[in-house]
């Protein structure tokens, strides 16, 4: 029985609180804090792993838009003076802003519905951050890897590996959490790269290529970067146009937007 004042999860705020220790135990030791680290974990609900990231006297700050949950995570993390509490939405977090001058460690049982527009939130910051680590439904952390050639690569894993490393860890069962959600989650490393490994003149008309290839992902890319992109461009960088938009690589989008930035911005 918990010491703290029992909280209902809210559907709205797309909770569903972590109750296997076990679970968590894995998704601590994944992390392995130390004290020297700044940390910031974005929803920590009721503070199922946050008293073993307290513990690890790492600099912890938290991010909570439940009101609620605040006062009781204040309650709970009292006696660790180096835990800051923020009720604030993630989504609108300058993340840049939390323990200036230190690498981020990310920590967080994203709610599903705003798992997706969240990592690209935190993909912006990709100069500041060391890791993230993640539980999110099991089918988003499969188009964070995916690879061309299968039905969930697309703009989310282009974009994230372009800025980072993917490296799933384990998956996780409903009955891990309360209330059940009705799908499987998993656990995911995100590892900023050092040095992009294809490095675009202009990340937002990558980002605008993509978007128009996998807008369209059923045509061929003829058809689909017809607004971006000629015939002539594509073969200029070694693309065949009657390519569809799966079939690319991470390289093959930067070529394609390197070689067409100045044409849609004169």
């Known amino acids: 029985m918990s010491q703290y004042p029992e909280h209902r999860a809210r559907k709205r705020f797309g909770q569903n609180f972590l109750r296997d220790s076990g679970i968590i135990d894995r998704i601590h030791r994944s992390v392995r804090p130390q004290a020297d680290d700044a940390v910031v974990e974005i929803g920590p609900g009721q503070g199922a792993l946050t008293e073993q990231l307290a513990s690890s006297g790492a600099a912890l700050t938290l991010v909570e838009l439940d009101r609620d949950l605040v006062a009781l995570l204040e309650l709970q993390l009292e006696k660790y003076p180096h835990v800051d509490i923020i009720q604030a939405d993630a989504l609108k977090t300058d993340f840049g802003a939390l323990h200036p001058g230190k690498p981020l460690r990310i920590i ?8 997706t527009p969240l990592v690209f939130h935190l993909l912006s910051f990709h100069g500041r951050i060391r890791d993230m680590h993640f539980m999110l439904q099991k089918e988003v952390v499969d188009r964070l890897a995916a690879t061309p050639n299968t039905k969930a690569y697309g703009r989310l894993s282009l974009m994230t590996q372009y800025y980072c490393e993917v490296e799933p860890l384990f998956d996780v069962p409903p009955e891990a959490f309360s209330p059940r959600p009705k799908v499987q989650s998993a656990v995911v490393r995100l ?3 050092a040095a ?10 990558l980002q605008a290529v993509l978007r128009s290839a996998f807008n369209q992902r059923r045509k061929t890319l003829r058809n689909a970067l017809k607004q971006v992109a000629d015939a002539g461009q594509l ?11 799966e ?20």
Request: aromatic share 4%; hydrophobic share 35%; charged share 10%.
């Open 196 to 205: 992009l490994p294809h490095p675009a003149n202009d990340v937002a008309h």
């Open 191 to 193: 590892t900023p790269h």
């Open 247 to 266: 079939t690319l690589s991470l390289g093959d989008y930067v070529r394609i937007a390197n070689a067409t930035v100045s044409d849609t911005q004169s």
């Open 108 to 115: 967080g049982n994203l709610p599903y519905n705003i798992s």
């Open 235 to 245: 073969e200029a960088v070694g693309i065949n146009p009657g390519a569809r938009p």
